[in-house]
């Protein structure tokens, strides 16, 4: 099946700091990556839609400065968070589309911010 | 927007046992309806899904229902083994075109016991 990586898997920053996330499709064109945010025991919470080549449409609630996508590629969407405070220690995750319905996710990344 | 409601949020059976997890959605439009599991610490896997021309979808012990009148599905999962522990998360999605975000439910928590 179609495998999707993330990097880092884990990342302590400190408060005030900004932290970039790379999600990966290894073997197939995702045009379309998602990126959500799990806390611990609830569900996924969809963050954005990032398209290739255009701006990333963000979900009502999600503030689209400090959490910047860029979908550079057909392979390759980043997540930075800037200017992280411990509010937004988190479990991120991101997922690929190929050209059927279904999303790949990836293996996440838990931030942690001091 | 789409809003999607999942119940129970735990269920505990005896190896052996069915287990039925229950969602409902709002937005009429949705019409890809897929089922993850995530295990502690993993990503979420996809275990099925079903598109809304289709009513009814199995594999092997897992089943999947769609009621679109009613606006609910359901997972059937058949003589359950602990391997079968672990989070599950129904979705639901309007896949036009490149418009394709999921909406995932608050997740189960299904506990199976040898």
């Known amino acids: 099946g179609a495998v999707v990586s993330q990097h880092p898997s884990w990342v302590i920053c400190k408060s005030g700091t900004s932290v970039k996330i790379e999600c990966r499709s290894l073997?197939?064109?995702?045009?379309?990556m998602f990126w959500y945010r799990q806390f611990p025991k609830q569900s996924l919470m969809l963050m954005a839609t990032s398209n290739e080549g255009s701006k990333a449409t963000y979900e009502q609630g999600v503030e689209k400065d400090k959490f910047l996508i860029n979908h550079a590629s057909l392979t390759l969407s980043t997540l930075t968070v800037t200017s992280a405070h411990p509010e937004d220690s988190s479990f991120y995750i991101c997922s690929a589309r190929d050209l059927t319905y279904e999303q790949y996710f990836g293996p996440g990344t838990r931030l942690t911010v001091t | 927007g789409e809003n999607v409601e999942q119940h129970p949020s735990t269920l505990s059976v005896q190896e052996g046992d069915s287990a039925v997890i229950k969602c409902t959605y709002s937005d009429s439009a949705s019409n890809y309806f897929p089922w993850y599991k995530q295990e502690l610490g993993k990503r979420p896997q996809l275990i099925i899904d079903i598109r809304s021309n289709v009513g009814e979808k199995k594999d092997q012990r897992i089943a999947v229902t769609l009621n679109k009148t009613a606006k609910h599905f359901s997972l059937h999962i058949t003589e359950t083994q602990p391997e079968d522990s672990a989070v599950y998360f129904c979705?639901?999605?309007?896949?036009?075109?490149?418009?394709?975000?999921?909406?995932f439910g608050a997740g189960t928590r299904l506990a199976v016991h040898p």
């Open positions: 979705a639901a999605g309007l896949f036009s075109g490149g418009y394709n975000k999921l909406i």
């Open positions: 073997d197939f064109q995702a045009t379309t």
